[in-house]
């Protein structure tokens, strides 16, 4: 078909895709969350059921593209890794971002009431987001690692800070003057001494963030289920399956049926789970060198 006169304008769309052989990252991140925490009163330093809401939208994505084989969220950020030979819509920069960003931005809002219950979401969230290309492995490490480090220092601090304020009864002036250029190992001191907190026994989903992965398990009988990856055998935690549940869509939930060793029908599911492993060290990647081959 010839199309209208007008069709000529659809030349001035530019090609935008992706360079080919690097490792693709999308970084999602709430839009003035400071404001949006504090009108649907988050408790602070951390509120869970924002956290998990968070979790839950991350895991709707990587459950509708199977190319992302990572996510690591903290705080109001999520980022997800591309296998490094992504085709996903030719690798499309303008395609990828928007898909991503949109699927995250509407089951923050869909699954919103599931983790908030009664607390009315009082004006639509907005994200924004970024596609960030890393030409190497060693970058990709960096990249977690950055992140993960960076939920430590932010925690670290927002622990002391409102420890200060909610049990020592300091203004947040003070709080601030009383941290300000302390070390780390200072933080710890002042919330074991004047708090009687071991900053190590807190929720290792607040230090350590949350790492999604795909693991595989094997159901044999029913109420009978093992995951199987390498995941597994590493240290670690990772939350119960009930926290786990399967998002709306998962297209790429894949199940399979195979016979175990003993003969018995075995279903194999491959499925997104959310963990807080520690991923600046080596142990994890080893775990799972798959995330780093391309
Ligand atoms: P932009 O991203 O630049 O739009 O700013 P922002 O207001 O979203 O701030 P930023 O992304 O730098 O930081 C996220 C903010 O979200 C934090 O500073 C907190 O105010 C808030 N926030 C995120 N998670 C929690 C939480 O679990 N509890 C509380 N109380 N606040 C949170
Ligand atoms: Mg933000």
Request: charged residues 25%; hydrophobic residues 35%.
């Amino acid at each position: 078909m010839a199309g209208s006169k007008y069709v000529y304008v659809k030349r001035f769309e530019m090609p935008d895709s992706l360079l080919p052989g690097t490792f693709t990252v999308v970084r999602i991140d709430g839009h003035g969350f400071h404001r949006f925490s504090t009108e649907h009163s988050f408790t602070r330093p951390n509120d869970e059921r924002a956290l998990k809401l968070m979790d839950q939208a991350a895991q709707s994505v990587m459950e509708e593209y199977s190319d992302i084989i990572l996510a690591f969220g903290q705080s109001d950020e999520y980022s997800f890794l591309l296998r490094k030979d992504t085709k996903l819509h030719n690798r499309r920069h303008s395609k990828i971002l928007s898909l991503l960003l949109s699927l995250f931005t509407s089951s923050y809002t869909f699954y919103w009431s599931k983790y908030f219950h009664e607390v009315e979401l009082k004006y639509p969230p907005s994200f924004d987001a970024r596609i960030v290309l890393y030409p190497s492995a060693k970058e990709v490490r960096d990249y977690f690692a950055w992140r993960q480090v960076d939920t430590h220092i932010n925690n670290l601090y927002n622990t002391a800070f409102w420890a200060l304020v909610q049990q020592g009864g300091e203004s947040t002036t003070q709080a601030h003057a009383l941290l300000k250029g302390t070390q780390s190992a200072q933080k710890h001191e002042l919330l074991f001494s004047r708090f009687g907190i071991n900053y190590n026994h807190i929720d290792v989903r607040f230090r350590k963030g949350s790492v999604l992965v795909r693991e595989v398990q094997t159901h044999s009988t029913p109420g009978q289920s093992m995951y199987l990856t390498a995941a597994t055998a590493s240290p670690g935690s990772c939350d119960s399956a009930s926290d786990n549940v399967p998002a709306v869509g998962a297209a790429n939930v894949a199940s399979r049926e195979i016979r175990g060793v003993t003969g018995r029908r075995e279903k194999v599911i491959r499925s997104v789970r959310v963990r807080h492993d520690d991923i600046v060290g080596n142990t994890f990647w080893e775990a799972r060198p798959e995330l780093l081959e391309g």
